[in-house]
């Protein structure tokens, strides 16, 4: 399988189109679109389901769609900040299966590309202004589960929903968010083992969302600079723009909990990067649960 997976051909009431406005910090001083500033564009498709009737069915059901994994990916530029960015998406009901061959997820996919003219916020102007150029792609994988409900009740095998099927017919095939963690095809280990990243996390509210606990994007902004701190004390130059950064979420972190990432990174011909376990502070044993496993690509 890879990953992420390719968009699959859709009907067109699954598909969304829309544009965003980019703030200051989401364009970095080269002028390209950060990988932090892309999730804003699957709200794109958001907004797209929330016109259709599924959101309501399944919230009256007690079922909420759960992210379970994040991919980001830089693309070209220059762009400038004065310029909207459009927005393409695509999202599917899909279902995962068990080695047994039972049904064992329903899940939600979304598929974002994001593309702008280039330009330039201040100065010159590039020669090749106004070529619309990918800034990047997003793609986001979610659960279905009914959290509120007793543990024995919260998966969702079936959506027993009138109006929608038991079972989306689309198959999709399930990664263990630990497959974050191997090495690149191209690359080779820095470190021989995970390294414990000097500066400890501490969660406030600032960290929360309406969910009641750290919001999921969070995480792949504090392990961008775990990331760069340990590349920096391998001696490698910091001066670095995050290119690709992928999140497999385990289990929530909440304001007051402390936690640390273990990091290890890597080194291809032409990039580097770091894989990285989130867990809690000073816990052991099965108390050291992994929060979520994170990998991260720079390149100049």
Wanted: a neutral charge; glycine letters at 8%.
């Amino acid at each position: 399988m890879t990953f992420p997976p390719p968009e699959p051909d859709v009907p067109a009431g699954e598909t969304a189109r829309g544009t965003i406005d980019l703030r200051y910090e989401d364009v970095s001083q080269d002028g390209r679109v950060v990988l932090t500033a892309l999730p804003q564009a699957a709200g794109v498709v958001w907004r797209r389901l929330a016109k259709s009737p599924f959101p309501a069915r399944i919230r009256d059901a007690g079922i909420v769609p759960l992210l379970t994994r994040l991919h980001l990916a830089g693309g070209d530029g220059p762009v400038s900040v004065r310029q909207p960015v459009d927005v393409r998406g695509t999202y599917q009901l899909a279902h995962t299966r068990a080695a047994d061959g039972a049904v064992d997820r329903i899940v939600l996919l979304i598929w974002v590309e994001a593309t702008a003219p280039k330009g330039r916020t201040h100065g010159p102007q590039p020669p090749d202004e106004g070529t619309v150029v990918t800034v990047g792609r997003v793609f986001a994988e979610h659960v279905f589960t009914r959290p509120f409900a007793p543990p024995e009740r919260r998966k969702v095998l079936g959506f027993s929903i009138p109006g929608m099927p038991e079972v989306p017919a689309a198959r999709y095939e399930w990664r263990p968010s630990a497959q974050i963690l191997a090495l690149p095809d191209d690359a080779r280990w820095r470190d021989a083992d995970a390294q414990p990243d000097p500066a400890p996390l501490v969660f406030g509210l600032d960290h929360t969302d309406s969910n009641q606990h750290v919001n999921s994007l969070v995480y792949p902004r504090l392990f961008l600079d775990a990331a760069l701190r340990r590349l920096a004390d391998l001696g490698k130059p910091a001066a670095r723009l995050a290119r690709a950064v992928e999140v497999g979420y385990r289990k929530p972190c909440f304001a007051g909990d402390r936690a640390r990432w273990l990091v290890r990174a890597f080194e291809s011909q032409d990039s580097e990067g770091a894989v990285g376990t989130l867990v809690p502070e000073g816990a052991a044993g099965d108390a050291a649960r992994p929060h979520c496993h994170a990998r991260i690509v720079f390149g100049e």
